[in-house]
């Protein structure tokens, strides 16, 4: 990494995402990360898209600076080129589409194809100001690109961005070096490999932008079925990853939907009633998109090694949070080793901005970060004052026990041993779609009835998801068949051999979902049905709490390994404050809430009061 230069200090870039799904704000000072959060976790809005006004205000408190002292206010994409791709798609399959274009058009005409005036007024509302900073635009893969690169704990490396649509580019190839980003090629719209996903995401009942992760995780369970149809009917692909997508089984360019009937018919059956029973045909065809799409992302990684000669691979957009993907690349690929922006989707465009304004506008230098990447463990949210849970455990009449850091370790590791399931809210909360240890739920790996447990009695979610294992990172390959750093549970890897448990050996073995109830490992809870795991490997450098945990609970039981999974419920955002937690922790069948050094046991609570339950208050994912 390039050495820090001296720099005059006072350059404060906003950086903003908003308007599609998952708006967030990042504050970055003087090329520092200071402050990322997305508006959802604020709004309690899941996939909040408006402007974030809550995140933007967080980042500047936590800067500790106003509107007045900004020197950009830098905006992810171009809305104006986003607008010229809408136009030109609807006259290239007119008169088809005209529906579409009819509600369109009005949105665009009043909330984003005059976007700075709106920008303005978003920030003048904000905070009032003597003057407004400069707004700036950037182009959407530039900024995942940018959120790829500049974190990255590499000097050189080569940059993959894939997601549904930018402007007009689905897939894009960059060359970074030091303070730079070269573009190099990209694949524009409408052949998408993330809008192929999403199809099949579509095609199987669950909701766009939002379910992709569970076709990833229903994959497992079927077998590659329809791979053969989807090359022969769906997508073009060729040797060196690039493809085309057949868009005569399509409707996202002029429709309402992602598929047509055509798509049904080719695959003989209409698409999944949402909450509807899955079947093995659902699974099936999760399983066959998925192998498609790591295919498509190995050979564009083969190809961009063979073009750049890069060591080094970095990786951003919404498909860069394909974790199965992202390991086979790991393992098979040609590179020496991969690093993906935690927050890859567009709430990561927010901080791409940012970092692209300072790097390319200001033409700074990138801070040293020996060896280590910026992002500071993704721990870039608000946090809260041991004064500030007490007063609201205190206001709200929950009863609980303060414990100084050593009991607290020891007693949480005995309860977590014991079965219990921990809501565990400490530090600063993470930036991007992952609990990583400081807003988790967490529980005994080596536990079989764990998942259960915590899919239907806590997550009230699909019994078919798995969850992920949080490791000492010194420990992970005696765990998992990898040996690098997963701080953003970015990567899956198998469980080592020695650890498996085999199917039993007679020839009425179940398939499918019926696997679920199967102990696959000695630490059943966090494998799923084809021994594959999402890691984490916990860093004390980053996470220090969380790392002493895990330690205890390894010196009481021997194992290094705990589950960790988001603290929420279905279709709730991710908890922020300790109000959050604490509600969340008593709408759920959890037994232990940890606020810090507070310790919070359900069985000596009384219910909330006049609750009318989260069912009512959030939308199903």
């Given at each position: ?153 590499f000097e050189q490396a080569a940059v993959l961005c894939l997601d549904g649509v930018g402007e007009w580019a689905t897939t894009s190839a960059w060359m970074g070096t030091g303070n730079r980003l070269v573009p190099l090629w990209e694949i524009p719209f409408p052949h998408s490999i993330g809008l192929l996903y999403s199809a099949f995401t579509y095609h199987t009942g669950f909701k766009v932008n939002s379910g992709e992760y569970k076709v990833m995780g229903l994959a497992p369970y079927g077998q590659p079925c329809y791979v053969r149809t989807i090359y022969d009917h769906l997508i073009d ?385």
């Open positions: 990494m390039t050495m820090a230069a001296a720099v005059t200090p006072g350059v404060n870039i906003l950086g903003i995402s908003a308007y599609y799904h998952d708006s967030a704000a990042c504050l970055v000072k003087d090329g520092n990360i200071v402050a990322a959060a997305q508006e959802e976790r604020f709004s309690r809005r899941k996939h909040d898209a408006r402007f974030p006004v809550n995140a933007a205000r967080y980042c500047l408190s936590e800067g500790g600076i106003h509107v007045q002292d900004l020197t950009y206010v830098a905006f992810y994409d171009k809305p104006l080129l986003k607008f010229e791709r809408l136009l030109e798609t609807y006259v290239s399959f007119a008169p088809k589409g005209l529906r579409s274009f009819l509600m369109a058009m009005p949105i665009w005409l009043k909330e984003k194809a005059f976007l700075k005036k709106r920008l303005l007024k978003e920030l003048e509302g904000l905070e009032p100001a003597d003057g407004m900073p400069p707004i700036l635009f950037g182009e959407h893969h530039e900024s995942h690109a940018s959120s790829a690169f500049y974190p990255s704990p692909l060729k040797s060196d990853g690039t493809f085309r997508l057949n868009m005569e089984y399509f409707d996202y360019c002029t429709g309402l939907a992602m598929t047509n009937r055509r798509f049904d018919a080719l695959f003989g059956a209409p698409r999944r009633k949402p909450e509807s029973l899955l079947t093995q045909r659902d699974m099936d065809m999760a399983r066959s998109i998925q192998d498609v799409t790591e295919e498509v992302m190995l050979r564009l990684a083969m190809t961009l090694h063979r073009e750049t000669e890069a060591d080094y691979l970095c990786m951003a957009g919404g498909v860069a949070l394909n974790c199965v993907a992202n390991g086979r690349v790991l393992r098979e690929g040609p590179f020496k080793d991969i690093w993906i922006q935690p927050a890859a989707g567009d709430a990561g465009g927010a901080l791409g901005v940012a970092l692209a304004t300072w790097h390319g506008l200001e033409n700074r230098p990138r801070l040293s970060g020996n060896g280590r990447d910026s992002m500071q463990g993704a721990y870039l949210g608000p946090s809260f004052s041991h004064s500030g849970v007490d007063d609201f455990l205190k206001r709200q009449g929950v009863a609980h026990t303060v414990l100084d850091d050593e009991e607290l370790y020891d007693r949480v590791a005995a309860d977590l041993a014991s079965g219990n399931v921990v809501g565990w809210c400490q530090g600063r909360m993470e930036f991007g779609p992952r609990a990583l240890g400081a807003r988790s739920i967490l529980g005994d790996a080596r536990n079989t009835r764990m998942q259960s447990i915590m899919n239907l009695k806590i997550k009230s979610r699909e019994s078919f998801r798995p969850f992920a294992p949080s490791v000492l990172r010194e420990r992970v390959a005696e765990y998992f068949e990898m040996d690098a750093d997963s701080p953003y549970m970015l990567l899956v890897a198998d469980i080592v051999e020695s650890r498996r448990t085999a199917l039993p050996p007679d020839a009425d073995t179940p398939w499918g979902i019926d696997l679920l109830n199967i102990p696959r490992s000695d630490i059943p809870a966090v494998t799923h049905i084809d021994y594959s795991a999402r890691v984490q490997t916990v860093h004390e450098e980053t996470n220090p709490r969380y790392y002493r945990l895990l330690k205890r609970f390894e010196t009481l039981t021997g194992c290094a390994v705990l589950v960790n999974t988001s603290f929420n419920v279905r279709g709730e955002p991710i908890v922020c404050t300790p109000e959050d937690a604490y509600r969340c922790f008593m709408r759920t069948e959890m037994d232990l809430l940890v606020l810090g050094n507070h310790l919070v046991y359900k069985k000596d609570q009384a219910p909330l009061h006049a609750d009318t339950g989260w069912k009512k208050e959030y939308v199903l994912d």
